[in-house]
């Protein structure tokens, strides 16, 4: 099957989400992604709080882990344009509660998470209207 430049932009976020998230879906990888990255927020005296995680904490770390999982599978398999869009404005919602989350005081490492999560948002978001309106790409 051929797949568009954007449907390829599409697909390739959703690999980009299977390698970074798949892991929070399984309950012992999930406990051992949370110990590396709050290894890594420690050993590395970034700023702000890491909290511990307690089970509540990992239910849904489990849940957002196995919605954003499915939801990339199916980018991957059906990489429709339109599921572009509403991956940019999921990826939009994210970035805004990771800020939030550094307004609060959390962990610096999550700027390594939202830099690349508003990144995705930007350029799915950019393809999309590009697509849907060739005439004013040409103009940009």
């Known amino acids: 099957m051929t797949y568009t430049p954007y449907q390829r932009l599409v697909r390739s976020s959703a690999i980009y989400?299977?390698?970074?998230?798949?892991?929070?879906?399984?309950?012992?990888?999930?406990?051992?992604?949370?110990?590396?990255?709050?290894?890594?927020?420690?050993?590395?005296?970034?700023?702000?709080h890491f909290p511990l995680f307690?089970?509540?904490h990992m239910v849904f770390v489990h849940l957002l882990g196995s919605?954003?999982?499915?939801?990339?599978?199916?980018?991957?398999?059906?990489?429709?344009?339109l599921f572009g869009w509403y991956d940019?404005?999921?990826?939009?919602?994210?970035?805004?509660?990771?800020?939030?989350?550094?307004?609060?005081?959390?962990s610096s490492l999550l700027w390594w998470f939202l830099i690349p999560e508003l990144s995705w948002g930007i350029v799915q978001w950019l393809g999309y209207h590009r697509q849907r309106h060739p005439e004013t790409a040409q103009l940009a």
């Open 17 to 48: 989400d299977i390698l970074l998230t798949t892991a929070f879906a399984v309950p012992v990888l999930a406990s051992m992604k949370v110990d590396l990255l709050r290894w890594v927020h420690t050993s590395t005296g970034m700023a702000g």
């Open 67 to 81: 919605v954003v999982t499915v939801w990339s599978l199916l980018r991957v398999f059906h990489p429709q344009a």
């Open 54 to 56: 307690d089970p509540m």
């Open 88 to 106: 940019a404005m999921a990826r939009f919602a994210f970035s805004l509660a990771m800020a939030w989350g550094l307004w609060q005081g959390g």
